[in-house]
């Protein structure tokens, strides 16, 4: 019920092109959905986050879509460039009942070809 | 410092060491979070503050690891008799409160020979 199922493990997109990230959860009880884009030693830092009561968040290249239902959620970089070769992360947490534990996805290893 | 800083940035422990590794969050964030990065592993819950209180431990691996924030800023995390198990990066976050934006600092590597 705490599992955050994340695919691809890695992706290959030629520079110019769509990156698209999927996400699976299982508890309805989440309410909060970020992204975040990790390069070699750093930390994660946060990309783009969403919440249940919309579908489709969109903050310049980088577009969030929510399927509530499904329980679904994917991240799509536009105009992928190769500054953009990172892992990403998506997450999802609950933020109203005081717990604030949040389940990272086991990550996808994006290269954008040049 | 504009960050959420960890110290030391790598650790190397023989394996039953006891190792303490800190992390200093953004001032005045009310949470501050642990997690466990293994190897191509996304990062692992550990704990969880809320200022000085340790609201949920329930990620801690075993007894040999413990967590304080005693005056509600800078955190310690400690593993008792280090194994080789316990061989990861450890991650510090900290948010203005809850679970909302958190900001990681750039984590401790351990490695446990």
């Known amino acids: ?114 | 410092g504009a960050g959420v800083s960890q110290s030391p940035r790598y650790k190397v422990a023989k394996r039953g060491q006891d190792v303490a590794l800190r992390c200093d969050p953004i001032s005045g964030h009310v949470s501050l979070f642990w997690y466990q990065q293994a190897l191509g592993q996304g990062p692992e819950f550990l704990t969880y503050f809320q200022n000085e209180a340790q609201l949920d431990k329930s990620g801690l691996p075993s007894d040999r690891f413990f967590a304080e924030r005693p005056e509600g800023s800078v955190s310690t995390l400690k593993i008792q008799r280090t194994q080789q198990e316990d061989s990861a990066v450890y991650l510090c976050a900290s948010a203005i409160f809850g679970a909302d934006t958190q900001y990681f600092g750039p984590g401790t590597r351990l490695t446990v020979l």
Not at chain 1, 7 to 17: D, N
């Open chain 1, 1 to 114: 019920q705490q599992q955050v199922k994340q695919s691809p493990q890695s992706l290959i997109v030629q520079k110019g092109g769509i990156s698209i990230i999927n996400c699976a959860y299982e508890n309805t009880a989440f309410d909060y959905f970020p992204w975040y884009q990790q390069f070699p030693g750093k930390g994660p830092a946060l990309l783009i986050a969403i919440r249940p009561d919309v579908s489709e968040k969109k903050e310049g290249r980088f577009t969030i879509s929510f399927n509530k239902s499904a329980k679904q959620f994917s991240l799509h970089i536009m105009d992928s460039q190769p500054g953009d070769s990172a892992t990403y992360f998506c997450a999802a947490s609950k933020t109203n009942t005081g717990g604030f534990k949040t389940i990272f996805g086991a990550g996808t290893r994006l290269f954008v070809k040049a």
